[in-house]
């Protein structure tokens, strides 16, 4: 059982340039979301997804997309990085929401 | 809006110290209450969750009680270890509707031998 599985672990990018965060679950869960985490700011939610086909914005939307084709699948978009997007992000989902959230490991992203 | 407020670290103990983290939480409904532990260069693990007033989660030795009259959910433990050195957050989550996890700054505990 894999559970939340991220990739890259590891990103340089230079500014400008795209590229897709990708993230899977294994379990079955309706609800997966992305975070960002920076020092002294503890998580901040980007966007969200409560099932196939829907998704949210959250509290830092800009400069990302995501789309939810499949129940497994939730890749993040970044459409020109700059480097106040150099962060680790985290891809969460949970069969409820209310009863706890499984997380993968994070991707380390660093936009020159 | 729902917000989840937790004391700034670091906290920095000797071993076998009492531990508390102090988390107070801002929300427009029911929520579920969560902490959550981050070691050093891994994801966020589940410690342990409260679904409603006067529950008690606890985990590995830790505790915390969902407090809706304090709106509080405090992090306890007896008598911390080295191993126990990590990031903790606070979060919680609405138990009705579909709203993901809202999470405060984290406190950053080191135990010391």
């Known amino acids: 059982n894999a559970g939340v599985t991220q990739t890259p672990k590891f990103q340089v990018l230079k500014t400008g340039q795209s590229m897709t965060l990708q993230c899977a679950q294994d379990?079955?869960?309706?609800?997966m979301s992305w975070y960002r985490q920076d020092p002294g700011m503890g998580l901040r939610l980007i966007h969200y997804?409560?099932?196939?086909?829907?998704?949210d914005q959250g509290e830092v939307p800009n400069g990302y997309n995501v789309s939810r084709s499949t129940t497994e699948d939730f890749p993040l978009r970044l459409l020109s990085a700059a480097p106040s997007q150099t962060s680790v992000y985290f891809c969460?989902?949970?069969?409820?929401?209310?009863?706890?959230?499984?997380f993968g490991s994070g991707t380390r992203l660093t936009v020159v | 809006g729902n917000s989840v407020t937790q004391m700034e670290g670091p906290v920095t103990l000797s071993e076998e110290a009492f531990l508390t983290i102090n988390c107070t939480y801002t929300?427009?409904?029911?929520?579920?209450l969560f902490w959550y532990v981050q070691y050093p260069g891994e994801g966020l693990q589940l410690l342990l969750k409260?679904?409603?007033?006067?529950d008690k989660g606890s985990n590995k030795g830790f505790e915390a009680t969902y407090r809706k009259e304090t709106t509080s959910f405090h992090l306890e433990k007896g008598s911390v270890q080295v191993s126990d050195s990590a990031v903790y957050f606070c979060?919680?989550?609405?138990?009705?509707?579909?709203?993901?996890?809202?999470f405060g700054k984290g406190t950053r505990l080191s135990v010391i031998a």
């Open positions: 409260a679904t409603k007033a006067d």
């Open positions: 969460a989902s949970s069969s409820t929401g209310a009863y706890g959230y499984t």
């Open positions: 979060a919680l989550s609405e138990l009705a509707g579909n709203t993901p996890l809202v």
């Open positions: 379990m079955n869960h309706e609800y």
């Open positions: 997804s409560v099932g196939a086909g829907i998704t």
């Open positions: 929300a427009t409904g029911y929520p579920s």
